[in-house]
Structure formats: C-alpha cells, structure tokens
C-alpha cells in the first residue's frame, strides 16, 4: 500500500510544477502557434488557464503515479533486486521503456522536442527513481 501511496505523492507533486508551466508556456506561445490561439486566446488570464491546468494535471498525473504504485508494488513481490541506481531495477527499466514510447513519437515536431525531452527526463526521475524510493522509505 505504501507504493500506491508514493505514486499518489510524486504524481500530484509533478502536478504542482506543470500546471503553472504549461499555462505559462501555452500563452507565451499564442503569438507563434495557432493551435495555442484556439485554447487559449490572446488575453487569456494565465492564472485561470493555470488552474484548470492544475485540475487535469492532478487527476492524471495522481492516477499514473497510483497505477506506477500499483506496478511496483507488484514486481516487488516477484524481483525485488535494485538496481539502475534504484531500490527495483526492473521497475525503473519499464518506467523507462514507458516513458521512451510515449515521447519518442513527439520528436517528430521540432518545436515541442525540446520540451518533451525535459519533461521526459523529469517524468522518469520522479516515477523512475523517486517513487521507489519514497515507497521504500515508507
């Protein structure tokens, strides 16, 4: 139960940095883009932006990280060697494996590569190592 815990923690966590970021971003790039301009027009109070950001970004980062938890928890019980500079390696590697299937697609597009790449390598630390490691400590 500690690991579905842990997942709650680091993906509502995650929630906290990437709501105000994404608004931000999103309406910095109303001027470039017109896929921006149709969510959120010129104009847009970044602050309600950011809070209905934060909303979606709360259910569905919180569920990943129950689902993450849900994972470990069960590979736990099977292999439970660390490894990858994590208490379960085998957990780390298919976060990793996860995490490359979703981003590599969106490479594709030059403007949101570097972004991606970013949110790639924070999306696997946190789910990565970090929430084995709070589950443990748990």
């Known amino acids: 139960m500690a690991e579905v815990f842990a997942g709650f923690v680091v993906g509502y966590a995650l929630s906290l940095v990437v709501a105000p970021l994404g608004a931000v971003l ?5 001027d470039r ?14 602050v309600a932006l950011s809070v209905v950001l934060h909303f979606a970004a709360m259910i569905t980062l919180t569920a990943i990280g129950m689902i993450f ?6 590979i ?9 500079g994590s208490p379960n ?11 490359a ?9 030059p403007a949101v590569r570097r972004y ?9 630390l946190l789910f ?6 709070l589950a443990s400590r748990g």
């Open 76 to 84: 736990e019980d099977r292999r439970p060697a660390g490894g990858l």
């Open 33 to 46: 883009s017109g896929v921006a301009q149709r969510i959120a027009p010129p104009g847009t109070n970044v």
């Open 69 to 74: 938890g849900m994972a470990l928890a069960g």
């Open 89 to 99: 390696g085998v957990y780390t590697a298919l976060v990793l494996a996860v995490t």
């Open 26 to 30: 999103l309406v910095r790039s109303n």
């Open 128 to 133: 990565g190592w970090a929430l084995p490691w």
């Open 101 to 109: 299937v979703v981003v590599i697609p969106t490479f594709a597009v």
């Open 116 to 124: 991606a790449l970013a949110g790639a390598v924070v999306f696997a």
